[in-house]
C-alpha cells in the first residue's frame, strides 16, 4: 500500500466553479449523472496539467463529456485519467453503482431500504469520479428520483416532491460533506430563530415506530444552536437542520452540510428505552456534529493531515457545552478517565502518533483518540496559557479570516499570536510530537518557601524518535494542613526541560495540589506521602485534584494488593465513605468518588514500572476492593440507596442522574453482599432503562437463574438498540472464563448480525472492554476476536480496522500471551486480500 506524507502537499491545478449531480436511485443500479465546472487554480505553482486524475472507486463508467465531446479516459482502481484543455471546461459523466452490495457503509449504500452516504473521508470517490480531497469546494446542486417519499440532499429545498427533489447548498463544501437520504421516514419537527431572527427549520427523520425518541435529540439541537450563538458568536446559515437517524453506520455520526446522519444510537432515545449515559451522550454528539457547521464545514481542512484543526477543536467545543449543561468537575473528571484509558494506551504502545499525524495508508485509521480527544486537550492548553479572553477573541479571528477556507494548524495557530503577541513555536510541538510526555515535580521547603522543580521527559517513539521539551501548563493551588487555601489556582508555564517555581512568604509547609483541571495530558509523577494525599481528597478546592487524591490513594492500594498481597487500608476506605455520605456534595461527584480504578488502567501503570500485569490478579484484585468496599458501606448502603431514589417523574438531567448513578453504586454494594433481592425488586419495577439495566446487571453478576435475562428479551427483542445493550450486558457481566463463551454463543443467536456495526461491536466491544476476559490465559477471546475480524473485513473494513486496536497493549502481557496475540495477528494478515485498514493496523500493531 502507498503512504501518503503531509510534506507532499501539492494544490489541485484546477478549482471546481460548481457541481450538478443527478441520482436515480435503484438499489444494485443507481445512476449519477454529473457536471462539474473546471477551472484553473491561479494557487497551483507551475503549469496546469494536460491531463486530469479524478478520483473513482466501485463505480462503473457508463459514458463522459468533455465539453459536450464524448471522452474515454483511462481507468483504474482508484480512479481515471483525461485529457483536458488548458483553460476552463465542463465535465459530464455518467456512472452506476451498487448501494445494495455496499456493506463497507461508505459512499452511497442502503440500511432497512433507505439509502444514505457517509463521504468522510473519502467515500464521495464511490458515487462519482470527482477530485475527493477536502481542499476542492464547490457549490453543489443535487436532483434525486427515487422511489421513497423522503429524497434529502444537503443546503435548502429548491423543489420536494415524492419521487423527485431539488436541493441547493449555496455553501461550498468539500465533497467529504455531501450527503444524500431516501427513505420511507417519517419527521420531527420544530422551528428555530437564530440571533438575528431567521427562522430555521429543523427535522429529525426516523423510521416508523420511532417517532417517540425523537424529543430530546430536538430540544439537545436547540440548546447547542443557543449555546453556539452566546458562547461563540456562531450563527446558522441555512433555512433548514435535517438530521437523519440510520441503524447502519461506522461510527456515531456525521457533520454533512445541512444533512447531519446518525447512528440511531447516537440520536434516538427515551426514558424507557435509553440510559442517562446514552442521554448525556446523544446531547454532546448532537452538539459535537452542530458545532461543527462552523469548525469543520464552513472552514474545513486542507488535507486531512489537518483533521485535529477540526476534530480536536469541535470535542473541545462539545466539552464546554455539556460542561455548561451539566456539572463541569464531572465531565472534567469522567474526560480524563476516558483520556487516560484511551489515548494514553494508544500514544503509549505501537499506534502512538502526533495529534497531527504526517503519514498514513488509510486515513480512517486516524479517526483516533489522539486527533480527538487529545487534539481537544491540545485547544485546552492554548486556552489556559493564553487566557479566556484572548482565546475568544483569537477563536473569532480565525472565524473571520479563514471563512470558507480549507485551512492548517499554521492557519490556526498564527491567529493566536497575532492576536496575544506569543511565539507559539515552541507550543506547536504538541501537534508534530507523539508521546504522552512525563512531568516529575521534586519539593523543597526552607522558612517561609516552597521549591517546586519540575523535569519533564517525553518517552521516544517510532513516531517520534527524538522529542523536544514542550510548553506545559501547569495549574497548581497550595493548601495548608490545617486545609486553608494558601494559594489560589496559578498557572505556571513550562518550557524548559527542568525548571524550578519559588512560592513565598508561606506561614507553613504547604501540600501542593499540581494540575489542577488535569491542565496539561501528561503522566503525573508527585511523591506526596497518603497524608497529605488525604488532605487533598478532604480539602483540595480544585474538584478535578481532590478526586485525583482519592485516585492516586486507590491507585496505590490496588497496587500494595498486586505486589505484596496487602489488604486495603480502611482509613481511606471510611475516608471514601464520608464522601459518599456527604450530602453538601453532588451525587454524580461522589458516584466518582468511589469509583476505582480498573483493570486496564492498573495494566499500564504496572507496564509503566516496568512490570508484568496478570489479568487474573488484577481482576481477583478488583474483586476483593469490591468486596472490601460492599463491608465498609454495610451499614450506609441501604440508606444511601433509598435516600437517592429518584421519586417523580424521569428527567435525564444531570441532578437526577447523579442520583441514579450514586444508587446504582450502593445496589452494587448490596447485592453483593445481601443477594439479588433489592435488584429485582428494582428491576420489576423500573420505568426508566437506567433503573432496569443497572439492575439486570447485578442480577447477571449475582444471582442463580436467567429468569429476568429472558423476561428482558421478551420486553425489547423488537427494539434494536436495547438489543445491542443486552447483547453487551451478558459479556460485560460474564466470569472471565467464561467471556469468549459468551460472546461466542451470542454471535449464533438468531438476532446477531455481524454487518450491523452496532450489534457486532456490542458484543465484540464489550468483549475487549472485559479485561480479564479479553486477555484470559487460554487466548479464546483472542481466536474468537480474530476470527470474526477475519469475517468481517471484506464486508467492512473500517469497523473491523478499528476493532483490531484491541491487540494494541500486547506487548505489555506475559510470553505466552505475547505470543497467542501476535499468533492471531500474523493470521490475519495472512489472510488473502487483506484491506488496506486492516492492513496498516496490524502491521503497525506489530511495530
Ligand atoms: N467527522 C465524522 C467522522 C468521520 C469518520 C470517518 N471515518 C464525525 C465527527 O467527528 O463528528
Ligand atoms: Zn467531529
Not at 444537503?154 to 450527503?179: C, I, Q, R, S
Not at 493551588?477 to 505556571?492: F, M
Not at 481477583?620 to 437517592?644: C, K, N, P, W
Request: with cysteine; net charge negative; hydrophobic share 40%.
Amino acid at each position: 500500500p502507498k503512504t501518503i506524507f503531509l510534506s507532499d502537499y501539492t494544490p489541485y491545478p484546477w478549482t471546481v466553479e460548481s457541481v450538478n449531480l443527478h441520482f436515480s436511485l435503484d438499489p444494485h443500479a443507481t445512476r449519477v449523472r454529473s457536471v462539474i465546472r473546471f477551472a484553473r487554480n491561479p494557487a497551483y505553482a507551475g503549469d496546469t496539467p494536460d491531463t486530469m486524475f479524478l478520483h473513482g472507486e466501485q463505480v462503473k463508467l457508463i459514458s463522459a463529456q468533455i465539453d459536450g465531446t464524448a471522452v474515454d479516459p483511462e481507468v483504474t482502481g482508484e480512479g481515471l485519467t483525461c485529457a483536458v484543455p488548458a483553460g476552463s471546461f465542463t465535465w459530464e459523466a455518467e456512472v452506476e453503482i451498487d448501494p445494495a452490495n455496499n456493506t463497507a457503509l461508505e459512499g452511497l449504500y442502503m440500511s432497512n431500504g433507505m439509502y444514505c452516504t457517509q463521504c468522510e473521508a473519502e467515500g464521495f470517490r464511490k458515487i462519482t469520479f470527482y477530485p475527493d480531497r477536502p481542499d476542492v469546494m464547490s457549490v453543489f446542486t443535487v436532483t434525486i428520483d427515487g422511489p421513497h417519499p423522503v429524497l434529502l440532499s444537503n443546503g435548502n429545498p429548491v423543489k420536494t416532491g415524492e419521487h423527485h427533489a431539488e436541493w441547493h447548498d449555496p455553501w461550498p463544501k468539500p465533497a467529504y460533506l455531501f450527503a444524500l437520504v431516501a427513505g420511507d421516514l417519517v419527521a420531527h419537527s420544530d422551528t428555530f430563530t437564530t440571533m438575528n431572527g431567521r427562522q430555521v427549520d429543523l427535522n429529525l427523520y426516523v423510521r416508523p415506530g420511532d417517532e417517540g425518541k425523537c424529543a430530546f435529540g430536538m430540544g439537545a439541537l436547540k440548546a447547542s444552536m443557543t449555546w453556539d450563538e452566546q458562547v461563540y458568536g456562531r450563527e446558522y446559515d441555512l433555512d433548514l437542520f435535517n438530521i437523519v437517524a440510520v441503524d447502519d453506520f461506522n461510527m456515531g455520526a456525521m457533520e454533512n452540510k445541512g444533512l447531519n446522519i446518525f447512528n440511531s444510537s447516537a440520536v434516538l432515545a427515551s426514558p424507557e428505552t435509553s440510559t442517562d449515559m446514552n442521554f448525556e451522550r446523544i446531547e454532546a454528539i448532537i452538539a459535537h456534529e452542530y458545532f461543527h457547521n462552523w469548525t469543520g464545514n464552513r472552514i474545513t481542512c486542507r488535507d486531512w493531515f489537518q483533521l485535529c484543526l477540526k476534530e480536536g477543536l469541535t470535542v473541545y467545543r462539545d466539552s464546554q457545552f455539556t460542561s455548561d449543561m451539566r456539572s463541569a468537575p464531572v465531565k472534567r473528571i469522567s474526560d480524563v478517565i476516558d483520556l487516560r484509558g484511551r489515548q494514553f494506551a494508544e500514544d503509549q504502545g505501537p499506534l502512538a502518533h502526533p495529534v497531527r499525524p504526517e503519514s498514513f495508508q488509510e486515513i480512517n485509521n486516524f479517526y483516533t483518540a489522539t486527533v480527538y480527544e487529545k487534539g481537544a486537550e491540545v485547544i485546552g492548553m492554548l486556552k489556559t496559557l493564553v487566557g479566556e479572553d484572548a482565546y475568544y477573541k483569537a477563536v473569532e479571528l480565525y472565524f473571520d479570516r479563514h471563512d470558507g477556507d480549507a485551512a492548517t494548524i499554521e492557519d490556526w495557530l498564527k491567529v493566536f499570536e497575532d492576536t496575544t503577541g506569543r511565539d507559539l513555536t515552541q507550543f506547536k510541538r504538541w501537534y508534530s510530537q507523539a508521546g504522552t510526555p512525563r512531568l516529575s515535580v521534586e519539593e523543597s521547603f526552607e522558612l517561609d518557601t516552597l521549591t517546586l522543580t519540575f523535569t519533564q521527559h517525553t518517552p521516544p517513539s517510532a513516531a517520534t524518535p527524538e522529542p523536544q521539551p514542550l510548553v506545559i501548563p501547569i495549574a497548581i493551588g497550595l493548601i495548608y494542613p490545617d486545609g486553608r487555601e494558601a494559594l489560589e489556582t496559578k498557572v505556571l508555564e513550562m518550557t524548559k526541560e527542568v525548571q524550578s517555581f519559588r512560592f513565598t512568604g508561606l506561614e507553613d509547609r504547604p501540600v501542593a495540589s499540581v494540575l489542577r483541571g488535569f491542565s496539561a495530558p501528561v503522566v503525573l509523577t508527585h511523591d506526596l506521602s497518603d497524608a497529605d494525599r488525604m488532605l487533598l481528597l478532604s480539602a483540595d478546592t480544585d474538584p478535578f485534584n481532590r478526586w485525583e487524591a482519592g485516585n492516586m490513594l486507590a491507585r496505590t492500594t490496588m497496587l500494595a494488593m498486586i505486589r505484596d498481597g496487602a489488604a486495603p487500608d480502611p482509613a481511606f476506605l471510611n475516608a471514601i465513605k464520608g464522601i459518599a455520605l456527604d450530602e453538601s456534595l453532588d451525587p454524580a461527584f461522589r458516584a466518582l468518588m468511589i469509583n476505582w480504578p480498573g483493570p486496564a488502567e492498573l495494566a499500564n501503570v504496572l507496564h509503566e514500572a516496568g512490570e508484568v500485569p496478570d489479568p487474573e490478579q488484577l481482576f481477583t484484585v478488583g474483586e476483593q476492593i469490591r468486596d472490601a468496599m460492599a463491608e465498609t458501606f454495610a451499614d450506609a448502603a441501604s440508606d444511601l440507596y433509598a435516600r437517592h431514589s429518584v421519586s417523580g417523574a424521569y428527567q435525564p438531567d444531570a441532578a437526577q442522574s447523579g442520583k441514579r448513578a450514586l444508587s446504582n453504586v450502593m445496589l452494587a454494594f448490596i447485592s453483593r453482599r445481601s443477594g439479588t433481592e433489592t435488584a429485582q425488586a428494582q428491576f420489576d419495577s423500573a420505568d426508566n432503562m437506567t433503573q432496569q439495566i443497572s439492575a439486570l446487571s447485578q442480577i447477571l453478576r449475582h444471582g442463580e437463574d436467567s429468569t429476568a435475562l429472558d423476561a428482558f428479551y421478551q420486553q425489547w427483542k423488537d427494539d434494536r438498540l436495547v438489543m445491542d445493550k443486552w447483547f453487551g450486558l451478558q459479556v460485560s457481566c460474564a466470569k472471565p472464563e467464561d467471556g469468549a463463551d459468551t460472546a461466542r454463543r451470542l454471535t449464533d443467536h438468531p438476532d446477531f448480525n455481524h454487518k450491523n456495526p452496532n450489534r457486532f461491536r456490542a458484543v465484540f466491544g464489550a468483549l475487549i472492554g472485559h479485561h480479564a476476559a479479553f486477555h484470559h490465559k487460554s487466548g479464546d477471546a483472542y481466536t474468537l476476536l480474530a476470527d470474526w475480524l477475519i469475517t468481517l473485513d471484506p464486508l467492512n473494513p473500517q469497523t473491523t480496522a478499528r476493532m483490531c486496536s484491541a491487540f494494541q497493549t500486547w506487548k505489555r502481557y506475559d510470553a505466552d500471551r505475547q505470543a497467542r496475540i501476535l499468533a492471531e495477528v500474523e493470521r490475519i494478515l495472512a489472510t488473502p486480500d487483506l484491506s488496506r485498514d486492516t492492513t496498516e493496523m496490524l502491521t503497525r500493531i506489530k511495530g
